[in-house]
């Protein structure tokens, strides 16, 4: 399958600081990609590369089999984290300003405007003057404007922000809902709990270059080796080779370092009449975990990225 | 194109609907013809209806020419002979003249006369009212086939050296057409400049700049917001002309010399032709300004600096009248921000050489396409630039390195 997005040796320059160097990455139909970093990682640069606003210094960027054009810009959809509307028009316009600008027909985008608003409850609010809205309906005013012309590849970046748990399930569901219809999906975000449940594949970029690309299954499994859950009575947080031990809800989970193994643990432990075990499991690290683990061992140093098919 | 059609309908219809719109549109001819009317309604009310009269001891004045002259002029003043001063005077004691005019023996020598009056001066239409009757009555005593001439004068026509250009002087507005023009310029022109300059640092300041540029290409934003906002002072325009239209219309019937009045429609065409590429000269200047810094505040500061380059013609009105051809005039009419005022003040009163009108447009319009690229490159690079002011340096680095070229190189590299 022919990937809808390929980016391959990105770099960007802004005067001597070096914002993106080296970042590769291929997103496909039909999966929702996961672009990870810490702040100022270069995400943003990289999103804005691949939509044409920056030019890049070095490297390709090929989106639908080619370089951008104009007419490919209509099967884009963007949802900027950098976002807002004009404030002093009213929604309805607005809304259909932008929809028209993504090469719809009038007519078109004002039967499709109406099924989305009232999806997002907003129908009734039409009339009102963006900046009569709170910052949560703005928000899904503005995921409209991102999906309304049905894009077939979709660019979130933290599509999260500002929304309460009911609004972020729906927009999670919709989200899902254009992956299953074949869409392309990038998305942006910190929240990695999202992440974990939404995205196939992530690339997570560190101080501009890429540390972390593949299958988010095989991420986890790979990092796997690290830390293990347990259940029981006692002080599980003096063990040799523990990095840090956390416990919540009665159950312990500890990050091992690298030179001790689970089998380690477990050893360690079988041998102390001092602990109760009820329950021993390796732990698969969450991306939370993952990502901390990453960004701190890439430390000011710029690493090798690991990739995983 | 349909982008740019699209990106122009929207600017056009959100700077028309504002109230501050309508209210300039609306609220400048109500101030101009409530004041003038205002200043009509003193002027007829001050007057005294009451006739003036004259004592003729020169005999020069022939009383006949009187009834034409009322028929010709709706509100001619009445005036009543007397056969000496003692009856004049009589007669304005008793309040039936306001006032009268003595014309001695020896006016056809001196050409003085007096004029009498009781409690109040008499209007000054009403001595402009007695010296037409006074030539009149001079000229009736001439043979028939030099009164034409001698009522009118002369008519000159200045012919340009190239035999291109030719200027009638004494017939229609014309000389009207440059400070028409200039009002205009000031008041629609950059009161756009105004809305161009927050029409792109609202963008930037609301955020809305990013999804816009995932849409359409900058140059097609700002040719759009150019072309809407040129719509919106043309609406202006127009609505300040029809006023002045109607105005005209409507007081042609009570005052005389607006019937008079002939449309200079070359002129007019004239003007079109560089409003338009000096409105895009501005537009593209102040979108600049408008992406180069973060704040509306700033741009304006920038912006009072850049409205005076098109209005330098005013500061040299004095000039222009009595030198329209002077060397300075002409630097004057091919620079491209002072174009559009000076040839149409030279316009009207000297016959430009064609060859100054031709480099005069084509230099003002090769400007205005250029500064309308300049804007859209500066806009790209200060688009997303939140809050940071855009260096002279880093623009001029952009401009150095054309984006298409830097892709050329970068595919061919891959």
């Keep these: 399958m022919n990937p809808v997005v390929s980016v391959t040796s990105l770099s960007k320059y802004f005067g001597r600081f070096r914002a993106v160097k080296d970042v590769s990455f291929e997103v496909y139909r039909g999966e929702i990609f996961g672009l990870l970093g810490p702040n100022g990682a270069g995400k943003t640069t990289s999103i804005r590369m691949l939509l044409d606003i920056f030019a890049p210094d070095g490297g390709t960027v090929s989106v639908f089999g080619g370089n951008m054009t104009e007419a490919k810009k209509n099967r884009i959809g963007y949802l900027p984290e950098e976002r807002g509307l004009y404030q002093d028009l009213g929604l309805e316009p607005t809304l259909l300003y932008l929809a028209t600008l993504k090469g719809m027909v009038e007519a078109d985008a004002r039967r499709r405007l109406e099924e989305w608003l009232k999806r997002f409850d907003l129908y009734e609010h039409r ?115 523990v990095l840090e031990a956390r416990r919540r809800n009665g159950a312990w989970h500890l990050t091992l370092d690298a030179g001790t193994s689970p089998q380690d643990i477990f050893h360690a432990l079988a041998v102390r009449d001092d602990v109760r075990i009820e329950r021993f499991e390796v732990a698969e690290p969450s991306l939370d975990d993952i990502f901390i683990h990453v960004v701190q061992q890439a430390g000011g140093v710029s690493s090798e990225a690991r990739t995983y098919a | 194109m349909r982008r740019l059609w699209l990106v122009a309908k929207h600017e056009y219809l959100k700077r028309v609907r504002q109230k501050s719109f309508l209210l300039l549109v609306i609220g400048i001819p109500v101030l101009i013809f409530g004041v003038g009317g205002i200043s009509v309604m003193v002027t007829i009310g001050s007057g005294d209806g009451r006739p003036v009269g004259y004592v003729d001891r020169a005999g020069v004045l022939h009383p ?44 056809l020598t001196d050409g003085q006369l007096r004029l009498t009056y009781g409690e109040r001066a008499p209007r000054e239409s009403i001595t402009q009212d007695f010296r037409v009757f006074l030539r009149g009555s001079l000229v009736a005593r001439q043979p028939a086939e030099v009164r034409p001439v001698l009522a009118d004068g002369f008519s000159l026509t200045v012919r340009s050296g190239d035999g291109r250009r030719e200027l009638a002087y004494g017939q229609g507005i014309g000389f009207l057409v440059p400070f028409i023009a200039t009002f205009f310029l000031y008041f629609a022109v950059m009161s756009a400049g105004g809305y161009l300059l927050q029409a792109v640092t609202d963008e930037k300041e609301n955020r809305t700049m990013e999804i816009l540029t995932t849409s359409v290409s900058p140059l097609q934003l700002m040719s759009g917001k150019a072309l809407g906002l040129m719509g919106v002072s043309l609406t202006q325009i127009l609505a300040w002309v029809g006023a002045l239209v109607v105005a005209a219309v409507v007081g042609a019937r009570f005052f005389e010399p607006l019937r008079a009045l002939t449309v200079p429609w070359t002129m007019l065409g004239l003007a079109v032709l560089f409003f338009v590429p000096t409105f895009a000269l501005i537009a593209g200047l102040m979108t600049t300004i408008g992406a180069a810094v973060t704040e509306l505040q700033q741009a304006q500061q920038i912006s009072g600096i850049i409205n005076l380059l098109f209005v330098i013609p005013m500061f040299f009105v004095a000039l222009i009248f009595s030198q329209p051809d002077s060397p300075f005039l002409v630097v004057l009419t091919l620079l491209p921000t002072s174009a559009f005022l000076t040839v149409l003040f030279r316009w009207s009163l000297t016959a430009i050489p064609a060859w100054q009108i031709v480099v005069s447009w084509l230099s003002l319009t090769c400007t205005a396409l250029g500064s309308v690229w300049l804007a859209a490159r500066v806009f790209r690079l200060g688009m997303l630039r939140y809050g940071q002011r855009l260096r002279l340096r880093t623009i001029l680095e952009g401009l150095r390195r054309p984006r298409m070229v830097r892709k050329e190189v970068i595919n061919e590299n891959a």
């Excluded at chain 1, 979709?154 to 219809?181: H, M």
């Excluded at chain 1, 690339?203 to 299958?215: C, P």
């Excluded at chain 2, 003043?77 to 003595?102: H, K, P």
Aim: net charge negative; hydrophobic share 40%.
């Design chain 1, 127 to 241: 009339a009102k003057k963006v900046q009569e809205l709170s910052r949560g309906m703005q928000q899904k005013a503005q995921i409209i404007a991102t999906l309304i012309h049905d894009p077939d590849l979709i660019i979130v970046d933290e599509p999260f922000s500002g929304l309460d748990p009911v609004n972020t399930r729906l927009v999670k569901e919709i989200i899902e809902v254009q992956r299953q219809a074949g869409k392309a999906v990038i998305m942006s975000t910190h929240q990695m709990y999202q992440v974990e449940a939404m995205c196939t594949r992530i690339v997570l970029i560190n101080q501009g270059s890429t540390v972390l690309y593949g299958e988010v299954g095989q991420i986890k499994r790979d990092f796997a080796g690290n830390a293990v859950n347990l259940v029981g009575q006692g002080d599980f947080g003096d063990l040799p080779g």
């Design chain 2, 64 to 107: 006949g020419l009187l009834t034409e002259l009322a028929a010709k002029a709706r509100s001619f003043t009445e005036f009543c002979a007397y056969g000496d001063e003692m009856d004049a005077t009589t007669a304005l004691e008793a309040g039936e003249i306001q006032a009268f005019y003595i014309v001695p023996e020896a006016y």
